[in-house]
Structure formats: structure tokens, C-alpha cells
């Protein structure tokens, strides 16, 4: 049984960082990509920055310059550096993982960020 769990939201202050991760357990065997997704209020889930298993980084547009996504392979482990956070990344935050080639989501944590 595989699980990934978020961590690391909260609500701050436009302007200031956030650290999310997203750790994979369980019989964990191969990781290949890592995703992170956001969801706000009345819209649709929009992907955010993809980590390929060799380290490869992509995001969206809104997002580069601001955010920087990595992994630690040992520990089964993708963070999110967010920093100058705006009000419009206010949402829920979701990891994706393709883990033993299959996708798994986790149950989000939510990023509230004040004007």
C-alpha cells in the first residue's frame, strides 16, 4: 500500500515563503515523476511544477522565478519552495507522484495567502 501525504501549508502574509512536502510511503519501489497541482476556490485544478526522476524541474508561467521545486530520493520526498507568494496562490495544494508506475495524489494542504 502506497500513501502521500502533504505538508507545509498555512496561511501567511503576501510577499512571504511557504516550504510544502510531499513524502511517499509504503512499498515504494520507483518514482518517476513528481507533481504539484493546485485547486482555488471556484476553479479548476491546475498543475503548477513537474520534477522528472533525474532532477528535470518545469513549471507554469505564473510560478517561475517565484517557485522551486526539488526532491530527495532517500526520503521519497518532493518540496515546493514558494516565495514572494501572491493572494492569487491561495488554493489547495496537491502532490502527485507516478510511484511503482502508477499515479497517486494526496489529500492536499491548504495555502492561504493575505493581501
Known amino acids: 500500500q502506497v500513501q502521500l501525504v502533504e505538508s507545509g501549508g498555512g496561511l501567511v502574509q503576501a510577499g512571504w515563503s511557504l516550504r510544502l512536502s510531499c513524502a511517499a510511503s509504503?512499498?515504494?519501489?520507483?518514482?518517476?515523476?513528481m507533481v504539484w497541482y493546485r485547486q482555488a476556490p471556484g476553479k479548476e485544478r491546475e498543475w503548477v511544477a513537474r520534477?522528472?526522476?533525474?532532477?528535470?524541474?518545469n513549471y507554469v508561467d505564473s510560478v517561475k522565478g517565484r517557485f522551486t521545486v526539488s526532491r530527495d530520493n532517500a526520503k521519497n520526498t518532493v518540496y515546493l519552495q514558494m516565495d514572494s507568494l501572491k493572494y492569487e496562490d491561495t488554493a489547495i495544494y496537491y502532490c502527485q507522484a507516478y510511484i511503482n508506475n502508477l499515479p497517486y495524489w494526496g489529500p492536499g494542504t491548504q495555502v492561504t495567502v493575505s493581501s
Open positions: 509504503g512499498s515504494v519501489f520507483s518514482i518517476n515523476d
Open positions: 520534477i522528472s526522476s533525474d532532477g528535470t524541474p
